[in-house]
């Protein structure tokens, strides 16, 4: 079965820590993409990335890092100067979809990473 | 610039009650529209989409209708049940792999 895979579901730092969190795709998609969600609000963008190698800041991409070193993967990194880093965080990739489908872009997710600092 | 507002929740119905929840967006070009589902605790997963106006999304019994002269996109389902208790989220995609979400809303189904 196709899909994005995160990990770990839940994680916990102290402040201060850098944490990183997973990110592996097995559906061939080019572009993946870093989100964060917190209590009743929207998703913001943190970074995306179009291909290998390469990756854009988001909304909000400070006291983030990220890597993209193969197709498959696109970790993401909580820095100690990120000021308010607990959240839900959430991993996604975007396929085009075929003629037949209208050839319009569609994104995935996955299960998603709660990441508590204190 | 792109964006998406949606109505405000939370949202609370019987079981069996008709839901409509408001979806209006701006945008350059011709996006395509989207509702997505997500359950307690996970992602988000793409319930439906729509790619050029007057179409019509559709899945398990919720359908959506690009409407391009109002700018909307409401989402509707005539019999909601205990399961479809999730947030739904709008959101539009218009030129290459920038995805735009709006803030979400919350139903609950009570039986």
């Known amino acids: 079965d196709g899909g994005i895979t995160q990990s770990p579901k839940y994680l916990f730092r102290k402040e201060g820590q850098n944490v990183t969190l997973s990110c592996e795709q097995n559906?061939?998609?080019?572009?993946m993409y870093w989100y964060r969600q917190d209590p009743g609000q929207g998703l913001r963008l943190i970074y995306y990335?179009?291909?290998?190698?390469?990756?854009q800041k988001g909304d909000i991409a400070e006291g983030y890092s990220v890597s993209r070193e193969k197709k498959e993967s696109f970790p993401l990194t909580v820095t100690s100067a990120q000021k308010n880093p607990t959240a839900f965080y959430l991993c996604?990739?975007?396929?085009?979809?075929?003629?037949?489908?209208?050839?319009?872009?569609?994104?995935?997710f996955g299960p998603g990473t709660r990441l508590t600092v204190t | 610039g792109n964006s998406v507002t949606q109505m405000e929740g939370p949202v609370t119905l019987s079981e069996e009650a008709f839901l409509t929840i408001n979806c209006t967006y701006t945008?350059?070009?011709?996006?395509?529209l989207f509702w997505y589902v997500q359950y307690p605790g996970e992602g988000l997963q793409l319930l439906l989409k729509?790619?050029?106006?007057?179409d019509k999304g559709s899945n398990k019994g919720f359908e959506a209708t690009y409407r391009k002269e109002t700018t909307s996109f409401h989402l509707e389902k005539g019999s909601v049940q205990v399961s479809d208790s999730a947030v739904y989220f709008c959101?539009?995609?218009?030129?290459?792999?920038?995805?735009?979400f709006g803030t979400g809303t919350s139903l609950t189904v009570i039986p």
């Open positions: 559906l061939n998609h080019d572009a």
């Open positions: 729509a790619t050029k106006a007057d």
């Open positions: 990335s179009q291909i290998v190698n390469d990756f």
């Open positions: 945008a350059t070009g011709y996006p395509s």
């Open positions: 996604a990739s975007t396929r085009k979809a075929g003629p037949g489908t209208g050839s319009s872009y569609e994104q995935y």
């Open positions: 959101a539009l995609n218009t030129y290459g792999n920038q995805f735009y």
